[in-house]
């Protein structure tokens, strides 16, 4: 199998210049123990371009949390877009985390516009998807994860996902200290391959899957194990260098023994 495991790290609204500095500090030093896996951090935007210099001599990769769904700078005050992320270092960028579809009202078309602008402006986005506890209990999970995988796929195109990242994140399990059971989690990505494959199979085996929801170093390795997981998101777990270095471990544990 070709996909390498990605650990990213979503710091949400968090960090200040001296904490963001001592973390970074050690995960730089950590993932030298990481070499067959990618690791990717997302700051709060003000400390992105800080970020890129303290990351300059590492393969920690820089990602945004949320950029402008405009295309072309102008006037859209508070805004911040592709381009501008592109130019202080960053490769990736996260659209449509579900804090951004509940608490600032992203829809559907919104999280589609956002990744074409992504990729328009050179980043690789890391469209976040997943259903609430209530679709859940409804048994709308598969419905909802299509509804928004096909969103973006109709505005972007299948080929787009040559380039893109897709992070299931069940929301129930966001900063709930609730986990899927592997088997959740792998139900989820392998319908969420199968929806890509009905597009394009080549595409579906190559597009990196990643869980997010409480992953922590305890139960991270159970997670990547499964087929479909191709590493994780990570929200709170990610603020602490050794826990997340732990949960890099996971992975790279997994990605040796995949390799061999
Ligand atoms: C997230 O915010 O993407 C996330 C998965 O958070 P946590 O790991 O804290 O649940």
Redesign the pocket.
């Known amino acids: 199998m070709a996909r390498g495991y990605l650990v990213a790290g ?1 710091w ?1 609204m968090n960090g200040s210049s001296a904490a963001n500095a001592a973390l970074l500090e050690g995960l730089v030093r950590g993932v030298a123990e990481c070499p067959a896996i990618d690791v990717l951090v997302c700051p709060p935007a003000v400390y992105l371009e800080a970020a890129h210099r303290h990351l300059a001599a590492s393969p920690i990769a820089l990602g945004a949390q949320n950029l402008s769904d405009q295309a072309k700078p102008g006037a859209f005050t508070g805004e911040v877009d592709a381009a501008m992320l592109n130019d202080v270092g960053c490769s990736h960028v996260l659209v449509g ?1 579900s ?1 951004r579809r509940t608490l600032y009202g992203e829809d559907d078309a919104c999280v589609a516009r956002k990744f074409v602008v992504a990729q328009s402006g050179g980043l690789i986005p890391v469209l ?1 998807i997943g259903e609430t506890l209530a679709e859940r209990e409804a048994d709308a999970t598969e419905t909802v994860l299509k509804r928004q995988l096909d969103a973006v796929i109709s505005a972007a195109g299948i080929a787009a996902f040559l380039n893109a990242v897709i ?1 299931y ?1 069940p929301v129930w ?4 200290g609730r986990t899927a059971s592997t088997e959740q989690a792998q139900a989820a990505h392998a319908f969420i391959r199968g929806v890509i494959a009905k597009n394009d199979a080549k595409i579906a085996n190559s597009v990196r899957l990643l869980y ?4 922590k170093a305890d139960n991270a390795a159970s997670l990547f194990s499964c087929e479909d997981v191709d590493g994780g ?6 603020l602490k260098a050794p826990e997340f270095l732990a949960i890099c471990a996971s992975a790279q544990i997994l990605a040796a023994s995949r390799d061999a």
Do not use: R
């Open positions: 979503n949400k985390h804090e976040c992070a994140e399990a966001i900063g709930t997010g929801g409480s992953v998101l990570i929200g709170g777990a990610s």
